[in-house]
């Protein structure tokens, strides 16, 4: 699918704020009511938009801790990491897992409401994925800059 303007602005705004109304979204984007629904729901229908979700705050949820977790496995042959891929997508407190280049297999970000926490996950989840050689983490001090909108040119 290939955005226009209108996309581009209705995509951003959702991103601020995906409970806006349609008829909020449509005077902001300058279109009809009518005309930016059907927008938005090609949107929807050719994924660009992938879904909808409240962002909670970590520490009013009582998971202030981000850590940094670098995974190297014993092999990378393609079953191996099909099978540590699924394993990890089973530890609710993984939020994020990607494959990566360089000197470790896997960046995961791990949420933690303190340091036993992360030392029970640690011992009782991560050092018994499938796979796994070495285990590497680093917690975070502070978050300097968290977002979830995508730059969109």
Do not use: W
Not at 39 to 50: P, Q, W
Not at 82 to 106: H, K, N, T, W
Not at 125 to 140: I, Y
């Amino acid at each position: 699918m290939t955005l226009d303007k209108y996309d581009t602005l209705i995509l951003e705004a959702l991103q601020r704020d995906g409970r806006i109304s349609n008829k909020q979204l449509a005077e902001e984007v300058s279109l009809s009511e009518s005309s930016c629904l059907r927008r938005v729901r090609a949107l929807e229908e050719s994924d660009v938009i992938d879904r909808y979700a409240a962002l909670l705050s970590q520490p009013k949820v009582g998971l202030p801790g981000n850590v940094f977790v670098h995974i190297g496995l014993t092999r990378e042959v393609e079953s191996d990491l099909a099978a540590f891929e699924q394993a990890v997508r089973d530890i609710p407190e993984v939020m994020e897992c990607y494959l990566m280049s360089g000197e470790f297999d896997y960046l995961l970000r791990v949420v933690v409401s303190d340091m036993a926490d992360f030392e029970r996950i640690h011992k009782t989840e991560l050092t018994r994925l499938p796979g796994v050689a070495r285990v590497n983490s680093s917690f975070a001090i502070r978050t300097v800059r968290r977002k979830t909108e995508l730059p969109l040119r």
